[in-house]
């Protein structure tokens, strides 16, 4: 777990320099400083994730293609 | 209650508006700062959405001398929900349905351009077969680029108490009555087993959520002061996860102490079908609107109430039996049914602020009727509670009762004495009709064929 709890550390201070920070909320709830940056965090990464996903798709969907016509055409 | 006005006891978080009642009507007052959200809330056609879909509350506006407080914007009137119910007092397919609606709420509101300000689990209750949103002024306008207000409360509030239901004890929701504003997602992460980090949704929204707060929370005003963007995109990337992951986590039915209790009955087929009669023609006699069956089950006997058309709050101490008459419920599209969990020898108690923010159950009633079958003896036996604080205690949760009483020769009063000595001389019929006589008027009396149980049909006294 100390492995762990150096890790996390790290993890965390990247978060807090590569998201720098969030906008003061207006809310009547507490959103919550570390909610929010995890929530930044998760977000970019599935975001991320999901632009990934949708553009392998349509490589990979342009490939299968491509080999169809090129077995067609033998 | 007359036209006096009372002022709901949990509506004062929020400075949007709040709730009040005068007589038998429910208003919500909108404030004067919540104008412009209001207003874009009706014209951007998210309300007319989800009144359609039936997620959220009907509403219409009414005069604006209805307004208890010069700070009214407008005045809506709201239908009365017959009976309402906290998250500690749910089953687990319960707490995970208001999730899934909480998050169906938030996209359409991203949809139309607004975004749920908070996702308290409070907001939500369980009404004609449908979960829907009860605080009507939950929406703020979606400010662009910015992350989720209620992420924290949602977290809190519903994938915690779900995911520890799922991965450690079902009774876990318990935590709920101790902390009103979710669990803590520190405790949560410390009580979940170590391999949900192995599960994206859940490391993530509750294991490195936690840590992150923890983290934070001793540097927020150097965060407070940048700014940061997050994309729409990401939003709903994140709420698609929290609806997969709550989706994901399901419940092992197993058998428990109550949940084979049918199979195990200890009278026949012949004994059980006349007491669904007796109670059957005792429901026709009373003709009662709202009934309590104090311990539902599975809820045999309060679907033979709610084909009667009236309104059942179906309670049972057991977690699993509860949610077995919930997905019943759902399944037979049982509307006029809420199953909920309570154990009456520990009835729920009044919490929160001035502990008049959650309502105690005696304060939720009276019911016209409750239904006590099979009950008295545990509460008798099991809970030493002698007769007359049983009677007592019912005589101020209802009306009117429909009660069993369970002899000592019955073969479940043998086994709850088989482990103890029996010091309960007072445990038999004559005892029982005195102490209960003291509060309620005997009706009607019916012996349950080949069976020594009695059903007994009772009206409170001095009450119309």
Redesign the interface.
Known sequence: MIWYNAR??H??IL??FF???????H??????????????A???L??GL?VVKKFWKSISAFITSFLRKLRHKQ | MGNKILVETSSFRDPAGHVFYKGSKVYRQVNQQYRNDFEFFLDSGLYDSLKEKRLIVPFQKVAKSHAICPSAYAVLETPKISFISYPYEWSFSQLQDAAETTLTIQKIALEHGMSLKDASAFNIQFTAGKHLLIDVLSFEKYKKETPWVAYRQFCQHFLAPLALMSYRDVRLNQLLKTYLDGIPLDLASSLLPKKTWLNFSLASHIHLHAKTQKHFAKIPDNVKKRTVKMSKHSLLSIIDDLSSAVKKLRLALTTSQWGDYYASFSYSAEAFSHKKRIVSRFLDVLAPGIVWDLGANTGEFSYIAAKKGMELIAFDADFLTVEKNYRTVKKDHMERIIPLVVDFANPTPSLGWENRERQSLISRGPADCALSLALVHHLAIVNNVPFEKIAHFFSHIAHALIIEFVPKEDVQVKKLLSTREDIFLDYHQNAFEKAFSSFFEIVAVEKIHTSARIMYCMKKKNHD
Do not use: C, E, R, W
Request: positive net charge; hydrophobic residues 50%.
């Open positions: 996390m550390k993890v965390l978060l807090f998201f720098l920070g969030v906008k003061g909320a809310a009547y709830i507490d959103p919550g400083t570390g909610s929010y940056l995890i929530q930044i998760i977000g970019s599935l975001g999901y």
